[in-house]
T-cell receptor, first 114, second 110 residues
C-alpha cells in the first residue's frame, strides 16, 4: 500500500531533550516536506526537500533541522525542544511533478513539550 | 511569509445543502489546491488548479482558480454526512513551497 509513515504518532517530552520524528514514504517520491498544524493557523511549512541532499526552509524553520540522506526518509530533528513547539506535525511527499504541490500526507505526530 | 485568508472559519449546514468557501490573498499564486482533513488524519488532496480562470470538478466538488491568481473558491453540492471535516486551501509559488489557509470546519447535520 502506498503510504507515508511517521513515528512516533504521539510524544510527550521535556524542554531541551533532543528528539527525532521519522518520516518514510514507499512511493519513490522525490519531494518531501514537514508541516506543523496549530489551531487557527492551518498548516505551516517547516522544511522541504526536492531530492536527496537538497533541502530548503519553509515558513517556520526556526528550532528545527532536517536531513535527506535517502530518498525514502526525511527525519525532523528538534535539537532543543521548547513548549512553543508543541503541535501536530505532518510529513508529506510528492512526485515533484508540476511543482510538488500534489502531496500525500502522513497520519501526523502529536508532540507535547513540557 | 505569504498569507491566505480562508472563509468562512466554520459552517453548520443541513444534509443536502450546497456549500461554498473561498480563499483570498494579497499575493499571486501559480497553483491553487484544496485539501480535506478528516478527524485524526492527514490532509487529502481534493482538487489542484494550475491555470488562472480554470474551473475543475471532482464529483460533487467544483473549484476555480481566480483570474487575478489571488483567489480560489470551492463548492460542494448536495452535502452528505461524510463531507464533515476541515477544508484547506493552499497556494503554490516557487517549487515545493506551499502556503495553507487557516481552514474551514464543515459540520453537516443529517
Amino acid at each position: 500500500e502506498a503510504q507515508v509513515t511517521q513515528n512516533p504518532r504521539y510524544l510527550i517530552t521535556v524542554t531541551g531533550k533532543k528528539l527525532t520524528v521519522t518520516c518514510s514514504q514507499n512511493m519513490n517520491h522525490e519531494y518531501m516536506s514537514w508541516y506543523r498544524q496549530d489551531p487557527g493557523l492551518g498548516l505551516r511549512q517547516i522544511y522541504y526537500s526536492m531530492n536527496v541532499e537538497v533541502t530548503d526552509k519553509g515558513d517556520v524553520p526556526e528550532g528545527y533541522k532536517v536531513s535527506r540522506k535517502e530518498k525514502r526518509n526525511f527525519p525532523l530533528i528538534l535539537e532543543s525542544p521548547s513548549p512553543n513547539q508543541t503541535s501536530l506535525y505532518f510529513c508529506a511527499s510528492s512526485t515533484g511533478q508540476g511543482g510538488g504541490y500534489e502531496q500525500f500526507f502522513g497520519p501526523g505526530t502529536r508532540l507535547t513539550v513540557l | 511569509g505569504q498569507q491566505l485568508n480562508q472563509s468562512p472559519q466554520s459552517m453548520f449546514i443541513q444534509e443536502g445543502e450546497d456549500v461554498s468557501m473561498n480563499c483570498t490573498s494579497s499575493s499571486i499564486f501559480n497553483t491553487w489546491l484544496w485539501y480535506k482533513q478528516d478527524p485524526g488524519e492527514g490532509p487529502v488532496l481534493l482538487i489542484a488548479l494550475y491555470k488562472a480562470g480554470e474551473l475543475t470538478s471532482n464529483g460533487r466538488l467544483t473549484a476555480q482558480f481566480g483570474i487575478t491568481r489571488k483567489d480560489s473558491f470551492l463548492n460542494i453540492s448536495a452535502s452528505i454526512p461524510s463531507d464533515v471535516g476541515i477544508y484547506f486551501c493552499a497556494g503554490g509559488t516557487s517549487y515545493g513551497k506551499l502556503t495553507f489557509g487557516q481552514g474551514t470546519i464543515l459540520t453537516v447535520h443529517p
